[in-house]
């Protein structure tokens, strides 16, 4: 089974930083997922990724996924305390839908930002 | 719009005893994913309901089951919980999870705890 691997596990800024956190599968990815958590809540949708190469953009995170689809990094620019919590990288199994969206998570990146 | 819901928020039980857990799809939405998620870790996949049928499932015992409503409301048992059955249950919903590419919105979770 697929397996992702994020990096780094935390990551402390101060606010106004930029800062990357990656996403490494051991299988070509179809459908890359990004969600932030806020400590024991739900899971909020950031951005979706299909295609190799492509780069998508929210406010002032941008997640990409490269070439071969195995690797997806999120981006924040000039951090807020708002954009601290967990975040995690999670894919579908299969390219051929018959994986019927069922998600693979990384073990999460937990971003402290501080004032 | 309503999002995801889920209830109750938080469950004490004790070792051997079963519970039920309840979640409210996002209007629109007629598929159902379960994910388990262990402190520290990222969430790992139960099972997922559509049509009121169980369509995929993970690792997971028989212990869990699960149901899906007519309304596409879902319930998810667990019997003979063990004290490593505490966790965040969550629940994810999507419209009709054939292809990899539908979003799965997530609601705010059931923190049980097992004594």
């Known amino acids: 089974s697929q397996e992702l691997e994020q990096s780094p596990q935390s990551l402390i800024v101060q606010e106004g930083k930029n800062l990357t956190i990656n996403c490494t599968s051991s299988k070509t990815l179809y459908g890359l997922y990004w969600y932030k958590q806020k400590y024991g809540e739900g899971l909020i949708f950031l951005m979706m990724l299909q295609k190799g190469g492509e780069e998508k953009s929210h406010e002032k995170i941008t997640a990409k996924l490269d070439e071969k689809k195995q690797q997806s990094s999120l981006h924040i620019t000039a951090s807020q305390p708002s954009h601290a919590g967990i975040y995690l990288c999670g894919a579908d199994e299969d390219a051929g839908g018959t994986s019927y969206g069922k998600l693979t998570f990384g073990q999460g990146t937990i971003l402290t930002v501080h004032p | 719009d309503a999002g995801v819901t889920q209830s109750p928020t938080h469950l004490i039980k004790t070792r051997g005893q079963q519970v039920t857990l309840r979640c409210s799809p996002k209007s629109g939405h007629d598929t159902v994913s379960w994910y388990q998620q262990a402190l520290g870790q990222g969430p790992q996949f139960i099972f997922q309901y559509y049509e009121e049928e169980e369509r995929q499932r993970g690792n997971f015992p028989d212990r869990f089951s699960g149901h899906q409503f007519p309304n596409y409301s879902s319930e998810l048992n667990v019997n003979a919980l063990l004290l490593g059955d505490s966790a965040l249950y969550l629940c994810?919903?999507?419209?009709?999870?054939?292809?990899?590419?539908?979003?799965?919105?997530f609601g705010p979770g059931t923190r049980l705890t097992v004594l």
């Open positions: 994810a919903s999507s419209l009709n999870s054939y292809f990899s590419t539908d979003t799965q919105y």
